[in-house]
């Protein structure tokens, strides 16, 4: 693969930018800041994601309505993404309009007002999406399950909060968190352009240099022992929607790498996965099965979902254990583990393809890593996995308890 080349600044106030020249006829910028959900406390949950809801309420230059319209009437898109520890705020648009785009990403966060008129239509929309989840057992699950796994933690809440809490937000709550949270030295800037990279550096540093929020870091966590859960909450439903999962290390482990090898081999996108095989297409016992890796600062966790029968949810656990012992057992042999490999790789390099994708990933490896860490690197990286280092992550996630905590 060519090597791309990365811009990468540090500006006067702290703030992080890197630009890449991206030919093409797109512009991709945004604002990755590391703040979301973690950083509420009990009385203003679903904070976080108010705030991205509500930051294109108002500035004290512009209405809703402005705003709205700015990056839609070139064609273009913003918009906004919130999770347990991160908040996006991006845009997409024609090349030749990255000072609009800047210039009003900086303005959001400098200047967002929150309209109290506005802030209460915003309020039933939020609400409205928390009963939409509710509405949805085999999503509901998820965020019902992160509950227990990081209980006693502010990991554990549920990202939207519940409509109780957003009930309780004010104007005055968000634009605290705001100042509080978006602050250069937890922010990073990212431009992937057709432009000259070093103009689009100079660009940022005129819109957010001036930026001066002084920053506040969460403390670290403090994470309780986990007993062992196994719980059944009946919604009537047909369907048993159950997640087996464990806690695990974070996303500075070198051992990731492997793990994300094997969750991918396990129950990754393919239809070739292993559990897919095992309990969808030799026994015809799920619609869907699926493993994921969550990995945060300070830890993480490995959630393996399926939908079936009530009646067969102890056979499905049954045959996942199984088939992580039967991993964890004996290495693979060098034909079965170079195929594993090469199948991962071949999808890391598709889903490169998708440029919005590339481009936040970017920001992300440089705010949590101080380097980027690109599709290149990565890609080294995954070949360095051994077989043996794979046969240790099945290893280690049996000895982290799994089948001790599930939920259906």
Request: glycine share 6%; proline share 5%; aromatic share 8%.
């Amino acid at each position: 693969m060519n090597q791309p080349q990365y811009h990468i600044a540090t500006l006067s106030n702290g703030l992080r930018v890197v630009a890449q020249q991206l030919p093409g006829e797109v512009s991709y910028i945004g604002v990755l800041i590391g703040a979301g959900s973690r950083d509420e406390d009990t009385e203003h949950e679903g904070l976080a994601h108010f705030v991205e809801h509500t930051i294109f309420k108002g500035t004290r230059r512009r209405k809703s309505w402005h705003i709205s319209c700015r990056m839609e009437q070139i064609g273009g898109e913003l918009n906004a993404y919130t999770t347990k520890e991160e908040t996006m705020v991006y845009t997409n648009a024609p090349a030749g309009y990255a000072p609009r785009a800047v210039e009003l990403l900086a303005d959001l966060i400098k200047n967002a007002s929150f309209p109290l008129s506005e802030i209460e239509k915003e309020r039933e929309v939020i609400i409205e999406e928390i009963n939409s989840y509710r509405d949805s057992p085999s999503e509901a699950v998820y965020d019902e399950f992160e509950e227990l796994i990081y209980r006693g933690t502010p990991l554990a809440h549920n990202i939207l909060g519940t409509p109780e809490s957003v009930r309780r937000l004010t104007p005055e709550d968000a634009r605290a968190f705001i100042d509080r949270n978006y602050t250069p030295e937890k922010m990073v800037v990212y431009c992937c352009d057709p432009g000259d990279p070093q103009k689009n550096i100079r660009l940022i540093e005129k819109y957010l240099g001036d930026l001066s929020f002084p920053s506040s870091f969460p403390e670290p966590l403090a994470l309780p022992a986990l007993p062992a859960f196994d719980e059944t909450r009946d919604r009537e439903n047909h369907q048993a929607n159950t997640i087996i999962g464990t806690r695990l290390f974070s996303r500075h482990d070198p051992r990731r790498f492997a793990l994300f090898l094997f969750n991918n081999w396990l129950g990754g996108p393919c239809m070739n996965s292993r559990l897919n095989m095992e309990l969808r297409e030799k026994r015809g016992l799920v619609y869907t099965v699926e493993s994921n890796v969550s990995l945060l600062s300070e830890t993480g966790a490995m959630t393996i979902y399926f939908g079936t029968d009530p009646a067969d949810v102890r056979k499905c656990s049954d045959i996942i254990r199984r088939e992580i012992e039967k991993a964890a057992s004996d290495t693979f042999s060098d034909r079965k583990f170079a195929a594993i490999r090469d199948q991962y790789l071949g999808q890391m390099i598709v889903g490169s393809d998708h440029r919005e994708s590339r481009a936040m990933s970017l920001a992300k490896s440089l705010l949590y890593f101080n380097e980027i860490i690109d599709i290149n690197s990565s890609a080294e990286r995954i070949r360095a996995v051994t077989a043996e280092e794979f046969r240790c992550v099945a290893e280690m996630i049996l000895s982290n308890g799994l089948n001790r905590l599930t939920l259906t």
